[in-house]
């Protein structure tokens, strides 16, 4: 029996939105904010012949019905991008056995979370995610999380990888293929800005800039049904190596 309790009670490390009413007065920081430079003329005429050699979407591993949209670029080593990553507090998902599914089925039965759930199988040219990374809080229904893919073509000697990220916000039942999945968030762009806001904090971002694709639709679905909604724009995002990061999240949930 979970009793009410009269309060809230937030770990360190929670994230909160906040609107302010009125203005706040604030004292400069004591070192300069250094932004993440963005694309050259230059550098953005190349670029476009890059993202010409790139997938724009995911599809289904058992239907192969189009699914979701590949909206994030990232350049830099694979360990690169795990230590953004883990800088920002993203954690991988363990793979889905018969454990980690009564896991996922007794933190419903439960009502609290699972910051390390099975993620489903999607495709980028029939090859499955090479990473994937997410974040929750206490609620098993809802979590950031993004599918990464490594790409054949470099960016002046780096690694190129592609991701489709996504927020999950509820369950979905009955959808095709699935008795039982999760229920997207239909602006998808949002969660695009969530994945860059993440790392750009942490530092461990030198460039960070987005261009269109014209090879992806404005108003499409998933491959269970789920409507998408985007400006058509791709994320890039070029990776260091992280040695100093920004909020760095340890591994009982805590920042630094």
């Known amino acids: 029996l979970q009793v009410p309790e009269p309060e809230l ?20 920081p004591s070192e300069p904010i250094v932004s993440p430079r963005r694309l050259s003329a230059d550098e953005r ?24 949209l590949l909206n994030v ?6 360990e690169d991008v795990t230590d953004a990553f883990e800088a920002a507090g993203w954690m991988q998902p363990k793979p889905a056995t018969l454990r980690t599914n009564i896991q996922r089925i007794r ?13 489903s199988d999607l495709l980028v040219q029939d090859t499955k995610a090479e990473m994937s990374w997410q974040k929750s809080f206490n609620d098993v229904s809802k979590r950031h999380h993004i599918r990464i893919w490594k790409q054949p073509v470099t960016w002046n000697g780096q690694q190129v990888w592609v991701g ?43 460039m960070a800039d987005d261009m269109d694709r014209l090879d992806v639709p404005m108003v499409t679905r998933n491959a269970t049904g789920d409507p998408m909604r985007t400006d058509t ?24």
Request: glycine content about 6%.
């Open 9 to 28: 009670y937030y770990p360190a490390g929670v994230e909160m939105t906040l609107a302010l009413t009125g203005p706040v007065m604030t004292l400069p």
């Open 45 to 68: 005429s190349k670029m476009a012949a890059v993202l010409e050699q790139l997938p724009a979407r995911t599809h289904a591993a058992l239907s192969n019905r189009p699914s979701d």
């Open 73 to 78: 670029m990232f350049i830099g080593s694979r």
């Open 107 to 119: 933190a419903v039965a439960d009502g609290r979370g699972d910051r390390t759930a099975p993620m």
């Open 164 to 206: 489709a990220a996504t927020h999950d916000v509820d369950f979905a039942f009955l959808r095709p293929g699935k008795a039982m999945t999760h229920k997207i968030a239909e602006d998808v762009d949002q969660e695009r800005e969530k994945v860059v806001n993440d790392l750009v904090f942490t530092s461990c971002v030198d």
């Open 233 to 256: 724009r791709i994320s890039i995002l070029q990776l260091n190596a992280c040695d100093a990061p920004t909020g760095m999240a340890v591994a009982d949930g805590s920042a630094l």
